[in-house]
């Protein structure tokens, strides 16, 4: 490992986000089953966390409800901290987010986050209303209020034990402005919104106040990472996401997730492969000291003080493979 980039710790916890993709070709109950290993093998490779995603009526992704996953992985692990990345307030009753989140910390003594996040988790209009009872929207003061409920419930209604860590997910300014007047954790989607990291946070920190929950600015960064052997099987296990980024680009959250063959022959616009080669510039793609680079780089640009990977490619072993690929060529420090 002759990169100066590789040879360096990397000064932040490194973390995981399981989006359960759903294979063409294959049942939910597949991928629902691989979430079991996958939780296994990441915390074998000493990943700080391992959250889980909400979404509804994808035919991409798994509608697999995030407190269900954390308490299924809890079950099968015993150190890595498990949780929501995120629970979608909106979707939910405060009370209930509180009751869940706390009883599975009270289980799982110092293992349980609560990620919380805004979006309705799904691009089906009728989806989203039916989540939210009938609602349109929320309102930023809506969502305030469910966020701040939320926090409120675990302290006074819950109260089992130990209680779960809470973060607020963003991917705006004004996400990232309202976990600094909480004193929350940021949890910072720059899978999804690359363009919007450095405002959002440099608003987050002005504007942080100190809460019980969080005495200083923390912030975690979400980063889509594909590693593989060389520049181009990265490549190609990147495709099927690609894919899917298209549709949602026109969009349509129809699409499903083909395999990687399906991927390389699907034919691009010229408009859809300058915005996608455009968002690929700001992730973690390639060979590992690529990927090494793009992470050590990512840190120091926007100082978080924890990194989570997101991979979403075809299969498991290719999934495991990238995590592994990491770790073997990134060092970073050991857990508290």
Request: charged share 20%; hydrophobic share 40%.
């Amino acid at each position: 490992m002759g990169d100066s980039y590789t040879d360096r710790m990397i000064t932040v916890p490194l973390s995981a986000l399981e989006v359960a993709m759903v294979q063409t070709g294959t049942r939910a109950a597949d991928t629902l089953r691989d979430t079991a290993a996958f939780a296994r093998r990441v915390e074998d490779l000493g990943f700080l966390r391992l959250w889980y995603a909400e979404h509804h009526h994808s035919p991409a992704i798994g509608a697999f409800p995030p407190v269900v996953l954390t308490a299924h992985a809890a079950a099968l692990t015993s150190s890595i901290r498990l949780g929501s990345g995120g629970v979608l307030a909106p979707n939910h009753a405060p009370i209930m987010l509180a009751e869940q989140f706390g009883t599975l910390s009270a289980l799982h003594e110092g293992r349980i986050d609560l990620g919380i996040g805004r979006g309705p988790g799904t691009f089906d209009e009728s989806t989203a209303r039916a989540l939210r009872r009938g609602a349109g929207p929320t309102t930023d003061d809506e969502y305030r209020d469910d966020v701040s409920s939320t926090l409120r419930h675990l302290v006074d209604e819950v109260a089992l034990g130990p209680l779960p860590e809470p973060w607020l997910l963003a991917s705006s300014t004004a996400g990232a402005a309202l976990a600094g007047e909480l004193g929350l954790p940021i949890a910072f989607a720059h899978h999804i919104r690359p363009d919007n990291t450095l405002a959002a946070l440099s608003h987050y920190r002005r504007c942080f106040s100190p809460s019980p929950w969080c005495a200083r600015p923390r912030v975690l960064i979400c980063v889509e990472t594909v590693c593989a052997e060389t520049e181009k099987e990265a490549s190609w296990l990147a495709g099927p996401m690609d894919v899917v980024k298209a549709g949602l680009l026109k969009g349509r959250g129809d699409i499903p997730f083909p395999t990687p063959a399906e991927a390389a022959a699907h034919s691009f616009t010229a408009e859809e492969a300058q915005a996608l080669a455009s968002f690929r510039a700001h992730q973690a793609h390639g060979a590992p000291e690529t990927v090494a680079r793009h992470l050590t780089h990512l840190v120091d640009l926007t100082g978080a003080d924890e990194l989570m990977l997101v991979t979403p490619v075809y299969a498991l072993t290719d999934r495991l493979r990238s995590y592994e690929l990491v770790r073997q060529h990134v060092t970073m420090p050991t857990p508290p």
